[in-house]
């Protein structure tokens, strides 16, 4: 959906883009992995507004800090 702006699921074209935030009030879009604002890694999610399928993007300059917080599988 991030792409070509289409469903895989549906074919719906109507995508809603959700960036990635963060709040001091609690966790938003966010993975965390430190202590501090700057540990915090944000995720953007793609929602197709025709069936309620989501996609969750992770910018690739912050796979760094989570390859030092999580073991690969």
Sequence with gaps: MKNNKK???????????????????????????????????????????SCGFSEEWIDLDNMDKLKKKYDEI
């Design 7 to 49: 469903c895989p699921k549906c074919g719906g074209s109507e995508i809603l883009f959700v960036p990635g935030s963060f709040s001091v009030y609690g966790n938003r879009n966010n993975i965390n992995t430190g202590l501090t604002i700057n540990s915090l890694v944000l995720i953007d999610r793609y929602i197709c507004t």
